[in-house]
T-cell receptor
Framework: DAKTTQPPSMDCAEGRAANLPCNHS???????VYWYRQIHSQGPQYIIH???NNETNEMASLIITEDRKSSTLILPHATLRDTAVYYC?????????????FGSGTRLLVRP | EAGVVQSPRYKIIEKKQPVAFWCNPI?????LYWYRQNLGQGPELLIR????????DSQLPKDRFSAERLKGVDSTLKIQPAELGDSAVYLC??????????????FGPGTRLTVL
């Protein structure tokens, strides 16, 4: 079973920030938080991951709470092309048994 | 850099027929994964290869599913015979692993299988 809880759907206006929450209250000390997204008819696409510090890349920012029990993926200026299902996954990185266990994700709709 | 390539993109077959899916991973990636994604759900791992070796096939229904990764590059996933419940998207992913470290997984576009 997935170790994360996400809202089933969200929407935001184009050009505004999209903030996608994720709860992972049972996360272990050596587990990372990964975010992937899946645009319709495509395979999942890696977005970002982090352990305990906030992370930023060209696609998004990841904010992890100090107790690591929840996190937020931020798309700073959402576009219509960001409409997708977003998956929050916790997994051990750097381990040869590394495995992604996907939940149902959050379906984000970006409105014009 | 070319991504993970899968073919065919779509396949429609009648039940009890065999079907095969092909995957070419990103160049240099020694780890390859096959996932199945049912409608409205997230992908589920079927099998993971490190080079030619299947290191995790615990979720592969071995009575009808088989996979191979000859020479540690391309891989084929086969279903024989197919059942109605096998209708799904079959995704291939690859990553680079060394000395116990596994890097980010990159996914192909998937093969949508419809069993009639």
């Amino acid at each position: 079973d997935a170790k994360t809880t996400q809202p089933p759907s969200m929407d935001c206006a184009e050009g505004r920030a999209a903030n996608l929450p994720c709860n992972h209250s049972t996360i272990s000390g050596n587990e990372y938080v990964y975010w992937y997204r899946q645009i319709h008819s495509q395979g999942p696409q890696y977005i970002i991951h982090g352990l305990k510090n906030n992370e930023t890349n060209e696609m998004a920012s990841l904010i992890i709470t100090e107790d690591r029990k929840s996190s937020t993926l931020i798309l700073p200026h959402a576009t219509l092309r960001d409409t997708a299902v977003y998956y929050c996954i916790v997994s051990v990185a750097g381990d040869s048994s590394y495995k992604l266990i996907f939940g149902s994700g959050t379906r984000l709709l970006v409105r014009p | 850099e070319a991504g993970v390539v899968q073919s065919p993109r779509y396949k429609i077959i009648e039940k009890k027929q065999p079907v095969a899916f092909w995957c070419n991973p990103i160049s240099g990636h020694n780890t390859l994964y096959w996932y199945r994604q049912n409608l409205g759900q997230g992908p589920e791992l079927l099998i993971r290869y490190e080079n030619e070796e299947a290191v995790d096939d615990s979720q592969l229904p071995k009575d009808r599913f088989s996979a191979e990764r000859l020479k540690g590059v391309d891989s084929t996933l086969k279903i024989q015979p197919a059942e109605l419940g096998d209708s799904a998207v079959y995704l291939c992913a690859s990553s680079f692993a060394f000395s116990g470290w596994t890097d980010t997984q990159y996914f192909g576009p998937g093969t949508r299988l419809t069993v009639l």
